[in-house]
T-cell receptor, first 120, second 110 residues
Framework: GAVVSQHPSRVICKSGTSVKIECRSL??????MFWYRQFPKQSLMLMAT?????????EQGVEKDKFLINHASLTLSTLTVTSAHPEDSSFYIC????????????????FGPGTRLTVL | QKEVEQDPGPLSVPEGAIVSLNCTYS??????FMWYRQYSRKGPELLMY????GNKEDGRFTAQVDKSSKYISLFIRDSQPSDSASYLC??????????FGTGTSLTVIP
């Protein structure tokens, strides 16, 4: 399957700081990227959907000014958690979907390995 | 009511057993049905993907979709310790927004 990477894999920061997480599709062009958050023993919750070159669409209850998403190219999307607080501590996972013909299935999403954020 | 319901387990089976994992859903418009495997502190990886109803088999894994009952299943034959992971079902109407179950934690005991 297609490869999606995330960086960093783990980050610990102080409350009030901002943290940027990168999501890259390594071997295909990702027209759409998704950002999820997963709390322990809970399901993945979609935070936002971003299409290359356009503004992200946020799910209800997700603050767009707090979780800034940039999808500047077909291989890179970034999630910035601004003024992070302890309640933002979670496992953040991105996924990417490519153009038809560039992945096995048009609708298939390929997930990154996740970034564990701990806010002290 | 959640869109997707999945028993979180944990489920513990001996090596070689047949494992049955299930999800139910409420939205009859779902057409895409996926099963993902997630190892601890890793991102999910796609195991099986089914469009609409029916069965799909891939090696030791069989996915079943019963749209009339709004019920999907994943069967694992000859389970191995390496199958120990969390298994998440996911569903979608258009293939864009996915709705995930909570995941079922599986341990296969050697």
């Amino acid at each position: 399957g297609a490869v999606v990477s995330q960086h960093p894999s783990r980050v610990i920061c102080k409350s009030g700081t901002s943290v940027k997480i990168e999501c890259r599709s390594l071997d295909f062009q990702a027209t759409t990227m998704f950002w999820y958050r997963q709390f322990p023993k809970q399901s993945l919750m979609l935070m936002a959907t971003s299409n290359e070159g356009s503004k992200a669409t946020y799910e209800q209850g997700v603050e767009k000014d707090k979780f800034l998403i940039n999808h500047a190219s077909l291989t890179l999307s970034t999630l910035t958690v601004t003024s992070a607080h302890p309640e933002d501590s979670s496992f953040y996972i991105c996924s990417a979907r490519g153009r038809r013909g560039h992945t096995n299935s048009y609708n298939e999403q390929f997930f990154g390995p996740g970034t564990r954020l701990t806010v002290l | 009511q959640k869109e997707v319901e999945q028993d979180p387990g944990p489920l513990s089976v001996p090596e070689g057993a047949i494992v049955s994992l299930n999800c139910t859903y409420s939205n009859s418009a779902f057409q895409y049905f996926m099963w993902y495997r997630q190892y601890s502190r890793k991102g999910p990886e796609l195991l099986m993907y089914t469009y609409s109803s029916g069965n799909k088999e891939d090696g030791r894994f069989t996915a079943q979709v019963d749209k009339s009952s709004k019920y999907i299943s994943l069967f694992i034959r000859d389970s191995q310790p390496s199958d120990s992971a969390s298994y998440l079902c996911a569903m979608s109407v258009t293939g864009n927004q996915f709705y995930f179950g909570t995941g079922t934690s599986l341990t296969v005991i050697p």
